[in-house]
């Protein structure tokens, strides 16, 4: 017995965490695909209907700006926050003295909630309390800066704030990924007399290509599930203005009582995601056996 306790006990302590990931997980993500496939509204049904709710979901204005805002967020968010980084790192990379308070400050950021981020921005963003008022209280009575109320601006506080909380984190990684490039071959492009921005560009930068390719995919990861700072930055407003994909699938599942149309959104959710991580999971397993 003691014998059989010794061989088994890893698989006894892994049992409850791994039943529980089956049933919670996956468990519940095979539910929300059958879910998707019936004419369930506000209970559930369980008879499949096929794809009545995708047309319902296409067919919908709603999620029709919630797809256009995730493109328009994801596209600036990512791209800025991954030049933004790369830059930031660039300049810490030339060992400047103030280097660990300075990264320090750019990492903070991070370490805050979403919703505590959200609400910050809310507040400097507020044309009655915010930027506006305090650079009107300078004497400057003609400035205007209200793209939190704006409909047409509004999902582009979204994406300041989000550079804002994230371009701290690509920052440390492009800054480990300039530290771990072989510094013989650096030296080698000075001595052949380099200038240092084609040793960045044509030597270090290249290089990094495993680096950002891991920049990308978080930061594709936290646009497409972003929730919590829409939320508490404009509430998916003005109207549904800067609604995303996660913001509408919680709006039809405990708003609207439209649980068909929450499953099928985020069953959309899910396929992109699997679009994005399992190409990047085929290359890294395909780089180990080779």
Do not use: C
Request: charged share 15%; proline share 4%; hydrophobic share 55%.
């Amino acid at each position: 017995m003691t014998k059989w306790l010794q061989d088994h006990m890893p698989k006894l302590v892994l049992a409850p965490s791994f039943i529980a990931i089956l049933v919670f997980v996956y468990g519940f993500i095979a539910w929300t695909a059958w879910v998707s496939l019936t004419r369930s509204r506000l209970l559930p049904k369980y008879e499949v209907e096929g794809f009545f709710q995708y047309g319902r979901l296409f067919a919908s204005p709603r999620w029709d700006t919630a797809l256009n805002n995730l493109f328009i967020f994801g596209l600036l968010f990512i791209v800025v926050a991954m030049i933004l980084g790369l830059v930031l790192a660039i300049l810490l990379d030339q060992n400047i003295r103030t280097e660990g308070a300075i990264r320090t400050i750019y990492l903070y950021p991070m370490a805050l909630s979403m919703i505590v981020t959200g609400t910050a921005w809310k507040w400097i963003l507020n044309p009655g309390l915010g930027l506006q008022a305090t650079v009107r209280g300078w004497g400057f009575e003609d400035f205007t800066f209200d793209w939190l109320i704006d409909p047409d601006k509004a999902i582009y506080t979204v994406v300041l704030a989000a550079i804002w909380q994230s371009s701290g984190f690509v920052m440390a990684l492009f800054l480990a990924g300039l530290r771990s490039v072989d510094t013989e071959i650096i030296r080698a492009a000075q001595v052949d007399g380099i200038p240092t921005w084609r040793v960045y560009t044509a030597i270090i930068i290249p290089s990094m290509a495993p680096i950002f390719l891991s920049a990308f995919i978080v930061l594709s990861h936290l646009a497409i599930k972003s929730f919590d700072l829409v939320i508490a930055l404009t509430g998916g407003g003005p109207g549904y203005a800067t609604d995303l994909p996660a913001t509408y699938m919680y709006t039809m599942a405990f708003s609207r009582g439209d649980i068909g149309q929450a499953a099928s959104s985020a069953m959309i959710m899910m396929m992109v995601v699997f679009t994005i991580v399992v190409p990047y999971l085929y290359s890294e397993l395909r780089s180990k056996d080779d």
